[in-house]
């Protein structure tokens, strides 16, 4: 349904567009829609404008429709399905946008929201979420696009991970895939458990590196849990201190336990999705038999905990650092005495 409605949104615009010749920057004669082409099958080939005329019923556009309008128009906004409202907001959101070319690449990210099959209200919430989008050419946005179906993100799933996380199209496809091979070499995911944390938490991709290394590394190893259950939990949709705490919680009420090297216990641990995937009450009630009161006081005590081992791990660090430079000395005083004595020697 998503793909067919917007091939008859871009096809509506197109047909209106070739009567009152408001053609924008993406000529469709070129067939620059590629991604409607694989889905609808309307417009795909370089020659599909003939579809639309008869070879023996050519129409000779008027002189003043072979001069493409390269400024988004209210107009134009509207013969696309949006509202006079909605027009307008999106006008002048790109009034506010610095560069000459705004009003070209808008149009740019706009058919390709059509082209994702989002309809006009789809698209303004995307874009007010993500104004950035905007600023992205035509180019790009077909190269990331491109990337995330690659990727595994098929149709539908790929909607949603462009509505529910929009700024995933303002990062350059060179960065998504150096966080791929971060999660199946690092992390030992497979191809299809990273295509799953990219659906369902489309934010790790701007995660740093270490923190994301340093909570997988929690999870495995304190918790004992493998990849398909982190999976299957959502672990990178929550931070690394609302893993630990609830964590710790059940841990230190006998509730919770790391396994030996043969992955048993001497209790049966809950499953991470039992933990994380239920609100603060559910948890408290079900979970962890306790109180919000008695949960709030331990995460004051947690915070301080952290906050002295962190200063402890950085007064270690800063010990080594130390440590080295004065090791690096006395390596140079050692080589230096070694030259002098070389020269007096040589004097001799």
């Known amino acids: 349904m998503g793909t067919r409605f917007a091939a008859s949104q871009v096809l509506r615009w197109t047909l209106r567009n070739a009567t009152h010749s408001v053609f924008g920057p993406l000529q469709f004669g070129r067939c620059q829609l590629q991604p409607l082409c694989a889905g609808g099958r309307l417009l795909c080939s370089s020659t599909s404008q003939g579809t639309l005329q008869s070879p023996q019923h050519t129409h000779e556009p008027h002189p003043l429709s072979r001069q493409p309008v390269t400024e988004l128009s209210l107009s134009s906004l509207v013969d696309m399905g949006f509202t006079d409202s909605q027009a307008e907001q999106i006008y002048d959101a790109t009034s506010k946008v610095r560069g000459t070319s705004a009003s070209k690449q808008a149009l740019s990210t706009l058919t390709a929201m059509f082209v994702l099959g989002l309809n006009p209200s789809s698209a303004l919430k995307i874009l007010e979420k993500c104004p950035e989008l905007y600023t992205i050419n035509e180019l790009q946005l077909q190269q990331r696009i491109g990337n995330m179906r690659k990727l595994g993100l098929v ?45 369902d938490s489309p934010a790790v991709i701007l995660e ?58 001497m209790i049966i641990n809950s499953k991470l999705d039992g933990i994380l995937k239920i609100d603060l009450d559910t948890f408290l009630t079900d979970v962890a038999n306790g109180s919000a009161e008695e949960y709030e006081v331990f995460q004051r005590l947690m915070a301080r905990e952290w906050q002295e081992e962190e200063q402890l791990q950085g007064s270690i660090e800063a ?30």
């Open 319 to 348: 010990g080594s650092d130390d440590e080295e430079e004065d090791e690096e000395d006395e390596e140079d005083d050692e080589e230096n005495s070694g030259k002098s004595a070389y020269k007096k020697r040589r004097k001799r």
């Open 208 to 265: 740093d590196k270490e923190q994301l290394e340093y909570k997988f590394q929690y999870v495995y190893y304190r918790m004992g849990v493998k990849q398909a259950d982190m999976v299957k939990s959502r672990l990178f949709r929550y931070t690394l201190e609302e893993v630990r705490c609830r964590h710790c919680f059940l841990e230190r009420r006998g509730l919770y336990q790391t396994p030996d090297k043969k992955g048993q216990t």
């Open 155 to 199: 149709e539908g799933s790929l909607q949603r991970v462009v509505s529910h996380f929009p700024q995933i199209l303002t990062v350059p496809v060179k960065t998504v895939k150096h966080m791929v091979l971060f999660l199946r070499e690092k992390c030992q995911f497979t191809s299809q458990q990273v295509t799953d944390i990219l659906r």
